[in-house]
């Protein structure tokens, strides 16, 4: 996933890939749109939610709690009730047992923040993505 994160902070630039069996390179290897298209997707039906859920991981980042105090304030700004919940490995079993949350907003490290939504019962974005779905103005340029 790190390549990934790298891949969509700098999705203007060309992409190549080597394959070390053939020693060829391959150019145009560029996931990044599909994937930037998915997570608008993810923004846009943020936007439709009550409740949110914000997921702290246990294996969190330094600065969670300022991460923390600044999404619950958005969130209330917006209008939309939010609940905190901390867990270690963040599984589309444990999310399931909250029905009621329409999206979970996931503050961990970068590495793990992009977690594969098609998996799980309501859609996981990132504090990026939860200010760009719950912050009148803002709008979502391609850059990430």
């Known amino acids: 996933l790190a390549l990934t994160n790298f891949m969509l902070v700098h999705n203007g630039a060309d992409w190549f890939q080597y394959d070390p069996?053939?020693?060829?390179?391959?150019?145009g290897v560029n996931t990044t749109s599909r994937t930037l298209k998915r997570r608008y997707f993810l923004v846009e039906k943020a936007k439709d939610a009550g409740i949110v859920g914000i997921v702290v991981g246990t294996l969190s980042i330094a600065g969670y709690m300022r991460a923390l105090q600044t999404l619950r304030k958005v969130i209330a700004a917006a209008g939309k009730k939010s609940y905190t919940f901390v867990m270690g490995r963040i599984t589309p079993e444990k999310l399931a047992n909250f029905p009621e949350v329409d999206v979970f907003v996931l503050i961990s490290c970068p590495q793990l923040a992009l977690l594969d939504c098609r998996e799980f019962y309501a859609p996981v974005i990132t504090p990026f993505e939860a200010e760009l779905a719950f912050v009148p103005g803002r709008s979502?340029?391609?850059?990430y």
């Open 140 to 143: 979502w340029t391609g850059d």
């Open 21 to 27: 069996a053939s020693q060829l390179w391959r150019e």
